[in-house]
């Protein structure tokens, strides 16, 4: 197959180009789009053969459910048995934005999207090119991340390209996407909601709306005896082809261990990487050294981590250490991220 990519402009959407791709949803066919978290891989979310399609091109398993973007808060209705008061107060805070909902899914949703569950994920995002996609699509996306399996999320369409080329009809390239992390997930089928996956709408700000809410107890430990409640989780994603370590303790200890550590991988002809913050990459000795940014700028760490993970697997890098970012918000995403490409393995020193 030759996939298309489309530069698409958020300031002035070509919307010939916006129905094409439509157009290709409602045949069945599969189209990559930007988001503000991070890119999609769409397909028609009411069509199980799309769902079928999505897995098969990201090589993912069936069982791990899809999330339904919609456009407009008139849409979901029709996807959902009922819709809580909950849902409503969430939707009036946070959509269109970085939150996706689980709640108890309709007939009219497929098995192929939810992965065989009872429940359906739905999420409203911001972007005005995946705002005027959805509508063009009929009103409801299937879509995952769109990378490959195991692969970090891809921040630009290049990333996509580099996934998915050859696998999908067409690409919509809206450049640099704003957050770089995925969209926060919330159960709302059970009392208190439970966050089963930590992003830009922080707990503190679904508490704000909803009163109590809890984190899923299975998100920052490998050992609580517990499966996660999203499937997905359960999968080692986005993971660096190296081997990656955190090690969390005062920065002066850390930068000591870290390079003990270097400079053993270098006697063993690794090649070294470490993913550090502006104020301590300096002082490191690594073959590939990389900072997020300020470590007082949680953003910035969030937006340039997947771009760094996958930067060391194009680099060969074998050994890779990561100062750790602990703290409430957006760092609760960053760190469960880091943990899974780390597969938890994490060292205080
Ligand atoms: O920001 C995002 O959410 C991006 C953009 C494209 O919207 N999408 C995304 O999708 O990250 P994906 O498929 O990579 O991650 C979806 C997660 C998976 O961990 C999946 O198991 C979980 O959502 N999920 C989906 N439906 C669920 C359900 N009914 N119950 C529990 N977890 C669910
Ligand atoms: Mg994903």
Redesign the pocket.
């Known amino acids: 197959m030759n996939t298309r990519v489309v530069r698409i402009d958020e300031q002035h959407i070509d919307e010939a180009l916006i129905r094409e791709a439509g157009w290709i949803i409602k045949k069945g066919g599969l189209v990559a789009f930007p ?1 503000e ?4 891989l769409g397909g028609d979310a009411l069509n199980p053969d799309s769902s079928k399609k999505i897995y098969e091109a990201k090589g993912r398993p069936s069982d ?4 339904v ?1 919609i456009a407009r808060m008139e849409d979901l209705p029709a996807l959902v048995r009922t819709v809580p008061e909950t849902a409503k107060k969430l939707a009036q805070a946070f959509w269109p934005g ?1 939150l ?1 909902m ?1 709640l108890e899914k309709s007939e009219a949703v497929p098995k192929e999207t ?2 065989g ?1 009872a ?3 739905v ?1 409203m ?1 911001s972007h005005p090119t995946a705002k005027a996609f959805i509508e063009a699509a009929g009103g409801y996306v299937a ?4 990378n490959r399996s195991g692969r970090p ?1 891809p921040t630009v369409a290049g990333y996509v390209v580099e996934d998915l080329d050859g696998r999908i009809e067409m690409i919509l390239d809206g450049g640099d996407v704003e957050l770089g992390l ?2 926060t ?1 919330v ?1 709302l089928t059970v009392e208190p909601p439970v966050i ?2 930590p992003g830009f709408v922080t707990q503190e700000a679904l508490a704000g709306a909803l009163g109590k809410v809890e984190l899923d107890v299975t998100l920052f430990s490998e050992d609580s005896g517990q499966a996660p ?5 359960k999968y080692r994603h986005y993971a660096p082809k190296g081997e990656l370590t955190i090690v969390r303790g005062a920065s002066a200890a850390v930068t000591a261990y870290i390079n003990e550590r270097l400079s053993e991988g270098r006697k063993h002809n690794k090649k070294t990487g470490v993913i550090a913050t502006d104020e301590t990459i300096g002082e490191y000795r690594a073959d590939v050294p990389r900072s997020v940014g300020k470590r007082t700028d949680v953003n910035a760490v969030a937006k340039g981590l997947y771009r760094i993970l996958r930067e060391f697997d194009d680099e060969g890098v074998e050994l890779i250490y990561s100062e750790s970012f602990d703290g409430d918000g957006v760092s609760q995403a960053v760190m469960n991220r880091l943990l899974k490409a780390a597969g938890h393995r994490m060292i205080n020193v």
Do not use: F, Q, W
């Open positions: 988001t978290t991070v890119y999609g791990n459910p899809l999330i973007h970085p996706t689980i939810t992965g569950l429940t359906v994920a999420r995002p879509a995952p991340s769109a999320s995925e969209s997930i159960d089963l996956r409640k999203a499937p997905g989780m």
